[in-house]
């Protein structure tokens, strides 16, 4: 079974600058959590999907970062415009509510110059 | 408060040891406990999930899970050096579905 798609592994870009990320689940999960992490520390929740509705957007910076999960599939997270601080690891993760288990993938590593 | 509250570490064990890692939480609505396991430079990977109190054992992972102290637990045994990682621990509450994760556990395991 095919993990938690996410692209890029990578991106380095100016500050000010708008980013994208791209999340891909796994086949039949109907949830899926976008999470910053910085070093040392543990996942943060930005967002949290059930299906295409976001359920809980509440940590989410809504000045500059938007998220959506068209027909309840794949996941863009979004940054516009790009803040030295937002300098992070972003992780996707999914998972199915009948579990309560959730899988990460491999993440974004976002450096704002 | 924090939901959810690990000691740092660094935690070192010889190669063969028992490493015990613990994990604390804070609301005791939550119902469902993980462990991730995080090399570094990767991202979490679930090693154990435990739903009631007791022990679950899984090869030479054991969760050990206690409510009534909201305490949370991992055992590893015969540790190996392939073990050094970052523990996270993870509480979900259910309630939304909401999960919680701690700082991580820095784990070393010398050869």
């Known amino acids: 079974e095919a993990g938690v798609v996410q692209s890029p592994r990578y991106k380095i870009i100016e500050k000010k600058q708008p980013v994208a990320f791209w999340c891909n689940p796994i086949s039949g999960h109907n949830t899926l959590y976008w999470y910053l992490q910085n070093l040392g520390q543990g996942p943060e929740l930005l967002i949290r999907y059930e299906n295409e509705e976001a359920v809980d957007d509440s940590q989410l910076p809504k000045d500059r970062f938007s998220a959506e999960r068209l027909k309840g599939v794949d996941s863009t997270l979004k940054i516009q415009p790009a803040e030295l601080g937002d300098s992070a690891v972003y992780l996707c993760?999914?998972?199915?509510?009948?579990?309560?288990?959730?899988?990460f993938g491999p993440g974004t590593r976002l450096t704002v110059l | 408060q924090k939901e959810v509250e690990q000691n740092s570490g660094p935690l070192s064990v010889p190669e063969g040891a028992i490493a015990s890692l613990n994990c604390t939480y804070s609301?005791?609505?939550?119902?469902?406990f993980f462990w991730y396991r995080q090399y570094s430079g990767k991202s979490p990977e679930l090693i154990m999930s435990i739903y009631s109190n007791g022990d679950k054992e899984d090869g030479r992972f054991t969760a050990q899970l206690n409510k009534a102290s909201q305490y949370v637990s991992l055992l590893i045994r015969d540790s190996q050096p392939s073990d050094s990682a970052t523990y996270l621990c993870a509480v979900n509450k259910n309630t939304g579905n909401q999960f919680y994760f701690g700082t991580g556990t820095s784990l070393t395991v010398i050869p």
């Open positions: 993760a999914s998972g199915n509510l009948a579990s309560n288990e959730q899988f």
């Open positions: 609301d005791r609505v939550s119902q469902s």
